[in-house]
């Protein structure tokens, strides 16, 4: 840790207007939050798929091969993109002839297909001090043998929730992944089950430094968990104690 205050003390300190009058470490609680969910692939609906369904939604058809010589194209081809159509629920047979399902329905008019993927899990990190998930490198975590205090503004009723809202826990999931948009995206579509778990104390370092050109104190505070400089707990700390530096410091 006293390395990382140095080499962040340096950094702090290559302005020479800027005086540093206090450093501290404290801790903040993070909640994990081991999450299942349904992932779904949507897409752009490709030229065939569109023509397929349109032919079912406008005569009847009993068979793949029948779809294959009216499109003209391989019979094994419509007959594996006819499978796919069934098994996601886009088509299905009533009375010896496939049909659009509303399902098959909705994403033609759309445009969209939508394959469902198998679950899968993830975990989420959560910060009651900044009332959100934080977006963590799992891989560039650290453990600590020594533990400062815990932070001085921690909100207590944030550090006992164990229950988060389905639309919370999904963008929480959407950043972690951070696929861009493209032709095919993989979306969240429904949590299956979010079990909060442990917490466990994550080390922040705090500066306070006054800018002499133009007569004002703030705060830097460096987390451990994000690699970064923590611009929600610097603000929380400037807003909180910004009159009470200038009556101590200055």
């Not at 800027?18 to 994990?32: A, S």
């Not at 993109?81 to 909705?106: A, C, H, P």
């Not at 503004?153 to 929480?172: C, D, G, S």
């Not at 959407?174 to 429904?190: F, N, T, V």
């Amino acid at each position: 840790m006293s390395k990382l205050q140095q080499r962040l003390l340096r950094e702090l300190q290559q302005n020479r207007m800027i005086k540093i009058v206090k450093t501290d470490e404290w801790c903040i609680p993070i909640r994990t939050v081991e999450v299942t969910y349904e992932p779904v692939r949507r897409s752009t609906m490709d030229v065939l798929m569109t023509m397929l369904l349109t032919s079912i939604r406008e005569a009847n058809f009993s068979s793949a091969q029948e779809l294959s010589e009216l499109l003209l194209v391989d019979p094994l081809f419509i007959a594996d993109l006819v499978s796919l159509m069934s098994r996601v629920n886009l088509i299905d047979k009533q009375e010896g002839f496939y049909q659009l399902t509303s399902k098959g329905q909705q994403q033609l008019e759309r445009g969209i297909f939508e394959e469902e993927l198998e679950l899968e899990t993830a975990t989420l990190y959560y910060s009651p001090c900044h009332l959100a998930f934080l977006a963590v490198d799992v891989d560039r975590m650290e453990e600590y043998e020594e533990l400062p205090e815990l932070y001085r503004y921690v909100n207590k009723e944030a550090e006992q929730k164990e229950h988060f809202e389905e639309a919370t826990l999904i963008a929480a999931l959407q950043q972690e992944d951070g696929e861009e948009a493209g032709i095919s995206q993989k979306i969240i579509s429904k949590i299956v089950q979010a079990d909060a778990k442990q917490i466990n104390d994550i080390p922040c370092l705090e500066f306070v430094l006054y800018d002499k050109e133009q007569d004002i104190l703030f705060a830097r505070v460096w987390n451990t968990l994000m690699h970064q400089w923590d611009q929600d707990l610097e603000q929380q700390l400037t807003e909180k104690e910004q009159l009470r530096w200038r009556e101590k410091y200055l």
